[in-house]
């Protein structure tokens, strides 16, 4: 099983084969929590896509896009799952990491927005900031689900309106 990353089940569990990584960094949640609080006038719009190998199109129509305060915890995360903290795709068939013990509160204190059937997400009145974008896109050929997970790193800062493409 893949992915969506970090967020509320962050990295799923029971791929025996996935190896355990054991994060260095302490979880936070003063910090993650005044973080994702602050408000501000910033915008986070964007699209979230996957070219399947025939050249269809795939969005990330119905699912969750998380918003993710960038902190020392959720950037080594995202950098084990990814590898790297600035943009990356995890494949539902990569051999991926499995992490464990994440404070269910981790996933209670991001933002969190859905995507329209176009693949549109949004999020309004932004504290000024780093952020990691993150949802899943999946479909099925078959009975195989293809597909994986998107991150990318967001900053935003006086009154910005930022446009972001989620794609591999």
């Given at each position: 099983i893949s992915l969506n990353l970090l967020i509320g089940s962050l990295v799923f569990f029971g791929c025996a084969s996935r190896p355990?990584?054991?994060l260095t960094t302490k979880f936070d949640p003063i910090?993650?929590?005044d973080l994702n609080d602050r408000v501000g006038k910033n915008t986070i719009l964007g699209n979230s896509f996957l070219r399947q190998n025939g050249g269809g199109v795939v969005t990330c129509a119905g699912n969750?896009?998380?918003?993710?305060p960038k902190t020392p915890y959720s950037t080594e995360i995202v950098s084990?799952?990814?590898?790297?903290?600035?943009?990356?795709?995890?494949?539902?068939?990569?051999?991926g990491v499995s992490i464990p013990n994440i404070p269910s509160q981790y996933s209670l204190l991001m933002k969190k927005s859905v995507c329209d059937?176009?693949?549109n997400f949004v999020f309004d009145n932004i504290g000024d900031g780093e952020y990691f974008l993150d949802t899943e896109i999946t479909w099925i050929v078959g009975n195989q689900v293809q597909g994986g997970s998107l991150m990318q790193k967001v900053k935003v800062s006086q009154n910005e309106s930022?446009?972001?493409?989620l794609s591999h």
């Open positions: 355990i990584v054991n910090l993650t929590k969750t896009v998380y918003l993710i084990n799952i990814y590898g790297n903290s600035e943009n990356g795709y995890d494949s539902f068939y990569s051999i059937s176009q693949g930022k446009k972001v493409i």
